[in-house]
């Protein structure tokens, strides 16, 4: 059995997953790069393989039981334990106005940035629990953060809708009530901060890289490290 660090990062074709799994391979860990789309999760994999950063591909959608429990059992049979998972997979949802939105708008957000969550976590608890030193990031957001949701000098400059936030706000529970029911495991939750992504249409002044910093830290921590805390690049912040 490799004595190599053994973690995987869902919604990895792109982005802040890329840039997290380019960056814990870089540490000589072994690294699953997780993504629903196979040719674009390949795609990934093969160009960091050009920059030199080896990783694994792994066909993993977070909203199918099926698809999360067959990357479980493909992590298993090659290595029989995971280290570090984590939950980077989510999407921006509609940004339709509070008083025009129905529940039917917001599911696949909430299937994706909250059921997938826990999806993912429940299929791999059997495997973190094989590792001596096994860590989940919670990868979140300030906007689910009701105190800096109504900071005056947040408030106005953030788009009011209920999907994403309201996903991002149940996230943040999840990861304190994982953090109080699972002592022996590291769970963190983190904002990357204001990063040029997709979800804000590239909008975003801090870089990819300073948007994994946060997430790098907590997967890289210590066995005596904080648990079922909410992080930025900077230190702790409000939930």
């Keep these: 059995m490799t004595e190599a660090?053994?973690?995987?990062v869902t919604g990895a074709n792109k982005g802040l997953g890329r840039e997290t799994a380019r960056r814990l391979a870089g540490l000589g860990w072994e690294v699953f790069l997780a993504a629903r789309d196979a040719e674009r999760g390949a795609g990934a994999v093969a160009e960091?393989?050009?920059?030199?950063?080896?990783?694994?591909?792994?066909?993993?959608?977070?909203?199918?039981?099926?698809?999360?429990?067959?990357?479980?059992?493909?992590?298993k049979s090659q290595f029989g334990r995971l280290d570090v998972l984590v939950n980077n997979a989510g999407i921006g949802g509609p940004r339709?106005?509070?008083?025009?939105?129905?529940?039917?708008?917001?599911?696949?957000v909430f299937e994706t940035n909250v059921f997938g969550q826990v999806r993912v976590t429940h299929a791999f608890?059997?495997?973190l629990r094989a590792s001596d030193h096994p860590r989940i990031v919670m990868v979140s957001?300030?906007?689910?953060?009701?105190?800096?949701i109504t900071d005056p000098k947040v408030r106005d400059i953030v788009?009011?809708?209920?999907?994403?936030?309201?996903?991002?706000?149940?996230?943040?529970?999840?990861?304190?009530?994982?953090?109080?029911?699972?002592?022996?495991?590291r769970i963190n939750a983190v904002d990357p901060g204001y990063t040029a992504t997709d979800i804000n249409g590239r909008s975003g002044?801090?870089?990819?890289?300073?948007?994994?910093?946060?997430?790098?830290?907590?997967?890289?921590?210590?066995?005596?490290?904080?648990?079922?805390g909410f992080f930025d690049r900077n230190g702790t912040i409000s939930w």
């Design 96 to 108: 339709t106005d509070p008083a025009d939105t129905r529940p039917d708008d917001l599911r696949e």
């Design 141 to 148: 957001s300030g906007i689910g953060s009701i105190a800096v």
């Design 48 to 75: 960091l393989a050009e920059e030199g950063v080896h990783t694994r591909f792994i066909a993993l959608d977070v909203t199918s039981d099926e698809s999360v429990a067959a990357a479980a059992d493909a992590v």
């Design 159 to 185: 788009p009011v809708a209920l999907g994403y936030p309201t996903t991002k706000a149940a996230l943040n529970m999840l990861t304190t009530m994982y953090a109080a029911a699972l002592p022996d495991i």
């Design 5 to 8: 660090t053994i973690a995987l």
């Design 125 to 127: 608890l059997p495997l």
């Design 205 to 228: 002044f801090q870089t990819i890289t300073e948007g994994t910093d946060a997430i790098v830290r907590m997967a890289t921590i210590a066995p005596d490290g904080p648990t079922g």
